[in-house]
């Protein structure tokens, strides 16, 4: 079993920035692939961000490529999602998630994720 914990999330102001973390426990997450998601009350939930068990190959969502930066240290068991230039817009719950599996799903869908976090708030003003 692995456990997942976000921290970092609060209040910005637009133009901000402000760097989430994801901390693994249980099981090392150095051989799982990582994502971010986000998701406000009664909708979806919107992939942000993935990252190679290795960091090198990385996904973005449109909405956020050139402002956000999802990173990894291995020895510390963390994900991180650096998020810059903040718009009102990524006012949202933030969970990490992890893809210890190999699979056919896309790597976009949540159904591809077998662990997440609680999730941290991540409020925009304007």
């Known amino acids: 079993q692995v456990q997942l914990v976000e921290s970092g999330g609060g209040l910005a102001q637009a133009g901000g920035a402000l760097r989430l973390s994801c901390a693994a426990s249980?099981?090392?997450?150095?051989?799982?692939?990582m994502g971010w998601f986000r998701q406000r009350p009664g909708d979806e939930r919107e992939f942000v961000a993935r990252i190679s068990t290795d960091g090198v190959i990385r996904y973005y969502a449109d909405p956020v490529k050139g402002r956000f930066t999802i990173s990894r240290d291995n020895d510390k068991n963390t994900v991180y999602l650096q998020m810059n230039s903040l718009k009102p817009e990524d006012t949202d719950v933030y969970s990490c998630?992890?893809?210890?599996?190999?699979?056919?799903?896309?790597?976009?869908?949540?159904?591809?994720?077998?662990?997440w976090g609680q999730g941290t708030q991540v409020t925009v003003s304007s």
């Open positions: 998630a992890a893809d210890p599996y190999r699979s056919s799903t896309s790597i976009y869908s949540e159904s591809r994720y077998s662990y």
């Open positions: 249980g099981r090392t997450s150095s051989s799982f692939s």
